[in-house]
């Protein structure tokens, strides 16, 4: 049994890199095209596709490629269970926190923690939840966030952001041994 999961890991993180380097492809030649283009006095703004129904298309494009809230809940909606579900609470709790929904921002941040606790954004949306938590007049429940963040990931570039907001806080939080 493990050894399939771990068979299953490998292959979702071959389609994920798979789907990594389409969107650089995709990138790439967009950025060409631009500069084979003569440039134009007023430029048309680009439209994102918005998906009401699963297509071939939404599956293959990644979340981080879909940023407006009603795409992101599209995929959430009809793909909740795959690794990129993850990413996109974790999009979708970034559009929330920058908008200063903090509340909104926490519900998503804990999505993502609570159901993709081994995902690539799990750190990120641990520092994110801290913050946010703190924004809201919640500071002891935030700066706990941020000690169990430092605990859990403490080699990471969000632990050091962690210790920095924590020592900003003037917490004795930043001056235990380990943190």
């Given at each position: 049994m493990?050894?399939?999961?771990?068979?299953?890991?490998?292959?979702?993180?071959k389609?994920?890199?798979?789907?990594?380097?389409?969107?650089?492809?995709?990138?790439?030649?967009a950025?060409?095209?631009?500069?084979?283009?003569?440039?134009?006095?007023?430029?048309p703004?680009?439209?994102?596709?918005?998906?009401?129904?699963?297509?071939?298309?939404?599956?293959?494009?990644?979340?981080?490629?879909?940023?407006?809230?009603?795409?992101?809940?599209?995929?959430?909606?009809?793909?909740?269970?795959?690794?990129?579900?993850?990413?996109?609470?974790?999009?979708?709790?970034?559009?929330?926190?920058?908008?200063?929904?903090?509340k909104?921002a926490?519900?998503?941040?804990?999505?993502?923690?609570?159901?993709?606790?081994?995902?690539?954004?799990?750190?990120?949306?641990?520092?994110?939840?801290?913050?946010?938590?703190?924004?809201?007049?919640?500071?002891?429940?935030?700066?706990?966030?941020?000690?169990?963040?430092?605990?859990?990931?403490?080699?990471?570039?969000?632990?050091?952001?962690a210790?920095?907001r924590?020592r900003?806080?003037?917490?004795?939080?930043?001056?235990?041994?380990?943190?």
């Amino acid at each position: 049994m493990n050894d399939t999961l771990d068979e299953l890991k490998v292959r979702l993180a071959k389609v994920s890199k798979q789907l990594e380097d389409m969107q650089s492809s995709q990138q790439s030649i967009a950025a060409n095209s631009r500069l084979l283009r003569p440039k134009l006095r007023h430029r048309p703004r680009l439209r994102l596709p918005t998906f009401s129904t699963p297509t071939r298309f939404a599956i293959t494009t990644a979340p981080r490629t879909i940023w407006p809230r009603r795409n992101i809940s599209d995929y959430i909606k009809f793909y909740p269970n795959t690794d990129l579900a993850g990413n996109s609470y974790f999009y979708l709790a970034e559009l929330q926190f920058r908008a200063g929904n903090y509340k909104e921002a926490v519900a998503n941040y804990d999505q993502v923690l609570q159901n993709f606790p081994s995902g690539s954004k799990a750190a990120s949306a641990q520092l994110k939840k801290g913050f946010a938590l703190i924004e809201m007049g919640q500071k002891d429940d935030g700066v706990q966030e941020l000690r169990h963040l430092i605990q859990r990931y403490p080699k990471t570039n969000e632990a050091v952001q962690a210790k920095e907001r924590l020592r900003k806080l003037n917490t004795s939080a930043a001056n235990k041994p380990g943190v």
